[in-house]
């Protein structure tokens, strides 16, 4: 009887605990999306609503001419194609240069192989501002400034995705690739047919880190893409409000917007795969 | 790291009868060893040369230049043998530079591992699928935003004409400094910034770490009559440990490197009270073109960044487990 009672007792603890929790962090989820609201409600609301305090959170007379501006008079369209661009090369080019690399470091033995690979490791730790004059002249010497190569090759080469998915190939047992290569399969064949299918979820991951990299680096694009036309669309927009310090801050918001909100939206979508990327990548354990 | 050991492929039985074969197969072994070290260096080729290319002669270069005092444009690069290094003695800035990157990269450290933990440790108490789902998105989102998106963001949200921050703090009674241009305010609102885009990411290394922790752990000690806080602090954190580590040393990595926020929300200022160390190198290679002394001023960043990272791997010993 007794234990009955505190048996329930403490199911109602914790169900009052699950409750204050939840009621929080739905609170605090709320005041970190809270800036992308406020953006995107200045960006449609009209001249006279528009920084208003309190912020008008429901404009009354939406308008878009924030955006309509931002993709005619601006070359954001430009450089939004210029972001997806570099994303894309980026993370195709860096994964297979790390598929590659990280094979041959998990799997075949060669002189050198693990002193190379710790040397590789220690480009995780090092600012990339460190070494940016020489690598500024180096690209500027393979005629890449002020092209998107400029932000794309120096990035084909990512430590992190070589470290996870090197980390993640010497999980999988060699009798696999053993059995395929009595069957006559060379070493190119095992590692795309065989490897690369089973590791799907990892490499998922390292493309996600990739993305994160790519759309958060603000340094390279800064320093080598000079022309409108040809930055990347974060860069464009902090450019455009560096260079008129009385510049239309409506499109300024109407890009913000367009940077913030499909990732939440994308987030929303993938939450589930994101958080099994991350424990398939190896990366905690 | 773990690597490990080199195993023999195929460990062949040598029976009296097969010993008249073995220089037949010991020349089949060695030509497998050939082929396999051509084939590493084969399959290792790109990403060596771009390491090569991109990280590792820049970072040579970069040790050459401290050496100098070269101007970006001369023909002459003017060597001046340790001049550079001495300098760093007799900077009157650099402490500042140096402080200031010290308690960026602790605080946002030490806050990251704290939020974290607590922000996991909440969402796996709360064990909905929804609050999961939810916290996902609206913790980790400003991950994926581009840096330089958040930081006019947070300009804008602190501007003193219409940020909306300073209004609603108002409201409740708080009259808000004009953060970005007090001296005194400056570098925590950066910090904050930085927890707004990155903390997300550590909750959710957190949160894939807690769930890995085996059920049984905890019936097994509720059993023997542990509370929550004992459980806490002898089966959590010890699980979490090797995550946590993991989190102490990227996030302390990542904020020492910290450009962005410099560079966009505040310039290094006011008078200085947000130049951190790689903004610093920043302003002296390409706005002042003193390449020489942004070289020696890298280096010394990277000592710092190595002897820190050595530090917390040795402290590590002692309060890492991992399991067997």
Same mark, same amino acid.
């Given at each position: 009887m007794n234990a009955d009672i505190a048996r329930a007792r403490r199911r109602a603890r914790r169900l009052i605990e699950r409750g204050i929790l939840s009621v929080m962090l739905v609170l605090g989820g709320l005041l970190m999306l809270w800036p992308v609201i406020w953006v995107l409600s200045n960006s449609i609301a009209s001249t006279s609503e528009r920084f208003s305090l309190p912020p008008v959170y429901f404009p009354s007379e939406p308008t878009f001419e924030a955006y309509v501006y931002l993709f005619t008079e601006l070359p954001f369209a430009r450089q939004l194609l210029n972001t997806v661009i570099v994303t894309v090369c980026v993370v195709l080019g860096s994964t297979v240069v790390a598929i590659l690399g990280a094979y041959a470091f998990a799997r075949l033995r060669f002189p050198g192989r693990d002193a190379l690979f710790a040397i590789i490791l220690v480009g995780l730790m090092i600012p990339v501002q460190v070494s940016s004059v020489p690598q500024f002249l180096l690209v500027r010497g393979l005629g890449l400034y002020d092209s998107l190569p400029a932000v794309i090759v120096p990035a084909l080469i990512q430590v992190l995705a070589l470290?996870?998915?090197?980390?993640?190939?010497?999980?999988?047992?060699?009798?696999?690739?053993?059995?395929?290569?009595?069957?006559?399969?060379?070493r190119f064949h095992i590692l795309w047919r065989i490897i690369v299918p089973m590791s799907w979820p990892a490499i998922f991951a390292v493309a996600i880190t990739t993305t994160q990299y790519i759309w958060n680096d603000f340094f390279w694009p800064n320093l080598f893409l000079e022309t409108p036309g040809r930055m990347t669309a974060a860069l464009g927009l902090v450019s455009l409000q560096n260079t008129y310090a009385s510049a239309p801050v409506a499109p300024v918001f109407a890009g913000l917007s367009v940077l913030s909100v499909p990732v939440v939206i994308f987030f929303a979508l993938f939450q589930r795969q994101l958080r099994a990327g991350i424990s398939y990548a190896g990366i905690v354990r | 790291m773990t690597s490990e050991p080199d195993l023999p492929q195929r460990p062949e039985v040598l029976g009296s009868a097969s010993r008249r074969a073995l220089p037949a197969a010991r020349r089949r072994r060695s030509r497998q060893a050939r082929n396999e070290l051509i084939a590493g260096y084969a399959f290792a080729s790109p990403a060596l040369l771009l390491f090569a290319l991109f990280i590792g002669?820049?970072?040579?270069?970069?040790? =050459?230049?401290?050496?100098?005092?070269?101007?970006? @444009?001369?023909?002459?690069?003017?060597? =001046?043998?340790?001049?550079?290094?001495a300098r760093l003695a007799t900077d009157d800035v650099l402490p500042r530079v140096l402080l200031n990157s010290l308690l960026f990269s602790i605080a946002t450290a030490t806050l990251h591992l704290i939020v974290g933990l607590l922000l996991a440790l909440a969402v796996n108490t709360a064990a909905s699928r929804f609050i999961q789902a939810w916290s996902t998105?609206?913790?980790?989102?400003?991950?994926? =935003?581009?840096?330089?998106?958040?930081?006019?963001?947070? +300009?804008? @949200?602190?501007?003193?004409?219409?940020g909306p921050v300073n209004h609603y703090l108002a409201k409740v009674g708080i009259d808000g400094p004009n953060w970005l241009s007090d001296p005194v305010w400056a570098l925590p609102s950066l910090v904050v910034l930085d927890m707004w885009q990155t903390a997300g990411f550590t909750f959710l290394i957190f949160l894939v770490g807690l769930q890995g922790i085996p059920k049984e752990y905890y019936e097994a000690a509720r059993?023997?009559?542990?509370?929550?806080?004992?459980?806490?602090?002898?089966?959590?954190?010890?699980?979490?440990?090797?995550?946590?580590?993991?989190?102490?040393?990227?996030s302390f990595a990542g904020a020492f490197q910290i450009f962005t926020w410099p560079y966009i929300v505040t310039a290094g200022g006011p008078g200085g009270a947000t130049r951190t160390i790689v903004y610093y190198?920043?302003?002296k290679a390409f706005r002042g073109f003193d390449i020489g002394y942004g070289a020696a001023l890298g280096v010394l960043t990277i000592v710092i960044l190595a002897a820190v990272t050595v530090?917390?791997? =040795?402290?590590? +010993?002692?309060w890492v487990h991992y399991e067997r």
């Amino acid at each position: 009887m007794n234990a009955d009672i505190a048996r329930a007792r403490r199911r109602a603890r914790r169900l009052i605990e699950r409750g204050i929790l939840s009621v929080m962090l739905v609170l605090g989820g709320l005041l970190m999306l809270w800036p992308v609201i406020w953006v995107l409600s200045n960006s449609i609301a009209s001249t006279s609503e528009r920084f208003s305090l309190p912020p008008v959170y429901f404009p009354s007379e939406p308008t878009f001419e924030a955006y309509v501006y931002l993709f005619t008079e601006l070359p954001f369209a430009r450089q939004l194609l210029n972001t997806v661009i570099v994303t894309v090369c980026v993370v195709l080019g860096s994964t297979v240069v790390a598929i590659l690399g990280a094979y041959a470091f998990a799997r075949l033995r060669f002189p050198g192989r693990d002193a190379l690979f710790a040397i590789i490791l220690v480009g995780l730790m090092i600012p990339v501002q460190v070494s940016s004059v020489p690598q500024f002249l180096l690209v500027r010497g393979l005629g890449l400034y002020d092209s998107l190569p400029a932000v794309i090759v120096p990035a084909l080469i990512q430590v992190l995705a070589l470290f996870i998915l090197r980390q993640h190939f010497m999980t999988i047992p060699k009798d696999i690739e053993e059995a395929a290569a009595i069957d006559g399969a060379n070493r190119f064949h095992i590692l795309w047919r065989i490897i690369v299918p089973m590791s799907w979820p990892a490499i998922f991951a390292v493309a996600i880190t990739t993305t994160q990299y790519i759309w958060n680096d603000f340094f390279w694009p800064n320093l080598f893409l000079e022309t409108p036309g040809r930055m990347t669309a974060a860069l464009g927009l902090v450019s455009l409000q560096n260079t008129y310090a009385s510049a239309p801050v409506a499109p300024v918001f109407a890009g913000l917007s367009v940077l913030s909100v499909p990732v939440v939206i994308f987030f929303a979508l993938f939450q589930r795969q994101l958080r099994a990327g991350i424990s398939y990548a190896g990366i905690v354990r | 790291m773990t690597s490990e050991p080199d195993l023999p492929q195929r460990p062949e039985v040598l029976g009296s009868a097969s010993r008249r074969a073995l220089p037949a197969a010991r020349r089949r072994r060695s030509r497998q060893a050939r082929n396999e070290l051509i084939a590493g260096y084969a399959f290792a080729s790109p990403a060596l040369l771009l390491f090569a290319l991109f990280i590792g002669v820049p970072l040579v270069g970069t040790f =050459v230049l401290s050496f100098t005092q070269w101007d970006l @444009l001369s023909g002459d690069f003017g060597w =001046v043998a340790a001049e550079n290094y001495a300098r760093l003695a007799t900077d009157d800035v650099l402490p500042r530079v140096l402080l200031n990157s010290l308690l960026f990269s602790i605080a946002t450290a030490t806050l990251h591992l704290i939020v974290g933990l607590l922000l996991a440790l909440a969402v796996n108490t709360a064990a909905s699928r929804f609050i999961q789902a939810w916290s996902t998105v609206a913790y980790v989102f400003p991950f994926f =935003v581009s840096a330089g998106a958040a930081a006019l963001l947070a +300009r804008y @949200l602190l501007s003193p004409d219409f940020g909306p921050v300073n209004h609603y703090l108002a409201k409740v009674g708080i009259d808000g400094p004009n953060w970005l241009s007090d001296p005194v305010w400056a570098l925590p609102s950066l910090v904050v910034l930085d927890m707004w885009q990155t903390a997300g990411f550590t909750f959710l290394i957190f949160l894939v770490g807690l769930q890995g922790i085996p059920k049984e752990y905890y019936e097994a000690a509720r059993i023997d009559g542990a509370g929550t806080l004992r459980r806490f602090f002898s089966i959590t954190l010890p699980m979490i440990s090797p995550t946590t580590l993991f989190a102490m040393i990227v996030s302390f990595a990542g904020a020492f490197q910290i450009f962005t926020w410099p560079y966009i929300v505040t310039a290094g200022g006011p008078g200085g009270a947000t130049r951190t160390i790689v903004y610093y190198i920043y302003e002296k290679a390409f706005r002042g073109f003193d390449i020489g002394y942004g070289a020696a001023l890298g280096v010394l960043t990277i000592v710092i960044l190595a002897a820190v990272t050595v530090i917390q791997l =040795v402290a590590s +010993r002692r309060w890492v487990h991992y399991e067997r």
